[in-house]
């Protein structure tokens, strides 16, 4: 951490950010500037309130040289991350797995035949939603445990593993024990207390980005998790706010690069919350191969024009297939492979 | 509602347009333009789903005529919605209501000194937590009920109304007990469970915006606990999410006159959160008042350099002191009335 | 245009809203509905200003119907502009063209040796800078007229084509002499007196969008161009501003999706300016190609960590040669060909 | 300048750090930290390029202390600017200075009228646009050299001063002949071709924030001005772009606080491009005033709902007396005077 001290500090200005910083017990090494002097602060082990120095007389600016995530850190674990599937694929390695599915368990009948669909396309996880998170409390809310349980028949009749939202920590016990991985959802990635129950429980968490986190923050969330005792965490990009409300969301594609340089774990691509069309989606999920993603989580319902929610985003069941004959020719190109219900690749 | 069909749409597409709103049960009012053929939908009750005609063949575009909020709407309830305090005054009308203290509650000593100060400085409520949402995991958490006690023991002392945050559905329990106000913070704003649940308890809510919610997000979220039976809300303005980091977010003042347009609910302004600097906060709290707010909630400290968080942006006690001056001259300005410890303004 | 009234609007304010249209010279039609009354303008034919009519007492809100840009929307040529190349090459149909170099002109060293290795590489387009924009007045500006003559001898050394930035009317003329396409940078999108000039000139100009412009500003300066005569334009998306700065700007890669749903215009990808970081330039790169982008602009230095201006995100050559492979590969599996130096691919 | 090192960083690639600094011409400190080592550039003269260190290998990121601003910044000169107007009132000190009209010039009767009633209300300077940008080539620019002969009329008639914009340096001639004061528009903020022209004439710039620029490119943009010769520059805060479109910008209202915060000179709010909406601009005001804002610039139009350009959000000629009368009050009490027609206060 470096404390850059205005042009006209004083010396007793300067004087007391270093005892200050010998208080909090690190060490201060004061670096006269050209224009301005800074201090360092020395032995920062990532517990700094920084807010205290920021405060103090003459300070500037207070700059953070050291990174406050640590566990998910590359720097503390080289090699990547890989979140091993019920299947015996894994999500951080060669493998490319494809989760698609509606945004809704609806009934019965949508469920088995979406899940036949994505079987049908080549995907391996199915996803779908019992438990909604809607902005409006008139909406659709889901079908609740019914809707799990109608996952686990989906899983019975296929072969599909299931991907499915948790939304407080009633909600994660029961997707816990039904689902094979559970989804913690953009709106509730500062959840800290949901994220803390998330490090309890033995199955892997996607974690989608906030609509305005950063990267960093995003990483610190994921932290939560691995700090409480769960290290199979797989992070998704799924767009973030922006001024241009011509798509829903503004793809983040190059998350996928800036996570993977700063983090081993493995990061999704989410087009259809990304963009909120249809049509973007298959360009997209090109795109998010191309750029290296470990995964895709995109929606398809068996007829989008009747679904109860996000039908204009899900693909219509002949474009999920053919987006998957694309991105496995990409993966290829980029020494990967996409894995097909038939088991993973090797 | 209205659906914008592209110019080339077939008179097939436009015709099965206008039967997909009659099988959700609306009515179709098809209006040929020189361009292009519009759809209105009629007889929207607030729960339409528009995805499900975004994806059609042939729509350019849906357009959101109604509002997706209702009970929190002014169009619903014309006159501004006053929320009773416990020592008679109101948030929402006349008087204006300052919420002042530490970011955390740390010990006896500190909080006792705090409010004090508060008092002297004649403010009616004292904030600070005692649960504290952190980005990381290994910051200062918050002294948890401890903090709920000491909070209790200076209510007592002083006659200072309290209010402080809840993160969880355990937290708000405990939380309602014993605290007069009790805050929902920008991170849970769409956490729907937690909302929800606001709506059983009896005390007045401050739910503080998202780092990026839209005004009409803000008010769907609020909508949540109106829904669920509590109709006392106050919302508040801290911050957002900008491209300029100079601040810690960007203070959307706006956004009170944008509220008082749109809602019956009141709004405060936190000037600590949106700037993250000290001396901003006095200009800012000026400003705010001035713009029509209901209310600040402000971070103060008894000594800032030692605080455990938020040290940066928490004033000093002489700072509120005067900060209080200008702010009840501005108020007299505009026809409204700072409410001091004395009792409520008439 | 609709005109959403409020929704206690009274008889006499909509009877205003209509006398205001007639006045304006198109037709209202007043639209009662369950909650409140529409009125649409029908025979909007660009002009009308809507600012006139949101003012008006009554009226909640102004919805745009009609797109306010004409000759760039698919709507006005459904068929893709094929902007043609003097090597015979097209941008805008199946050849995918790339143009790389080093961000300014150096010097004639560096400039011939980058040509050679951007023509080694397989790209047939020269970029680099001899007016440079710098957000600071001491920061190095260019070469001025000086690296023009560089940039001929550069052609006319290799064959390359040169593609680079005019500032400003008097240095439009010398780049539309010496180069054989214009660049308009992200600063100058909205400099209406540059772009109607750029309607003027012979030669297809390369318009960046703005660092926080729409989709639908970007097309409205490509139309002041065509308007003005030139209807050559090549957009670019070279990222957004956002609240996130761990890269130089957010990637909007689905602008690239967006503008070949709403424009007949071509659309490259810049890279290097989206990111700022060398290593994340070629899965970019690869995820544009993927997208459907028509081409891309990069940054390659011959020694990037000597470069007197963006070295950071410049590749090396051997980057470039990586890359080009790459994405001659992705091309494929959608159905388009990279351009290479031999001729355009047919 | 911090180099910060990766925290595998070879003892090579620390070295090759410490070369490139020396070759640079700085001197190299480095500093081995707990974590990782950094390198500390000394000497630093504001025209270091980052770039050149940031892509060399080991780098994990390059930090600025120093700011690329110099004449403009409040530690270069730390009395506030000063900018003297014609009727011996300044900008920047004591004196709060209004400029108000309608947005553009659009007859005799109209700017004469607007002028008659700015003055009432007790204004000293009139705005108003004869070269206007806008984003549509279809909508109206403006009437060019007619506009500025009826605002020289509307000054004779009144004793108005005027302030009004230039688009470009054939346009900045002419206004700078008639005009007392001459704005650059927020679009052209870094159309440094023009920055520069600006620096070479006798008269006040007004120099608007762009859409989506951060506080320090502001003054980067002011330093150009101030670098050309022309040192009575006073800056506009009118909006930034966001994710939230409820108001047509972002009223950034802390930049007012920033600005005095990193430099000594002055700033105007422009509460009417700010919010885009005609009843949010005397609440606006008020904050602006209260903020400590130097200044206001304000759309008011005779009959705004006639007007040709911005209609909805000037104020009718009422509002702007209230309004006057508003700040006036909040203006004494932060010891501030609202300069009139009259003369300047003292």
Known sequence: MLIVMKQGATPEQIANVVATIDEMGYRAAPMPGKQRTSVGLVGNDGRVEASRLEGLAGVAEVIHVSKPYKQVSREWKPEPTQVPLPDGSTVGGRDVVVMAGPCSVESEEQILTAA????AAGATVLRAGAFKPRSSPYAFQGLGIRGLELLALARAETGLMIVTEAMDPHGLELV??????????ARNMQNYSLLKECGQVGKPIVLKRGLAATIPEL??????ILAAGNPNVILCERGVRSFDTTTRNLFDIAAISVVHGLSHLPILADPSHATGHRDMVPPMARAAIAAGADGLLVEMHP????AMSDGAQSLFPDQLERMMREITAIAEVIGRSVVTPTGATT
């Open 303 to 306: 007829n989008p024009e009747r």
């Open 219 to 224: 990483l610190l969330s994921a932290e939560y």
């Open 176 to 185: 816990a024990e039904s689902a094979d991985l559970i989804q913690i959802g």
């Open 116 to 119: 036949h669909q994505v079987k």
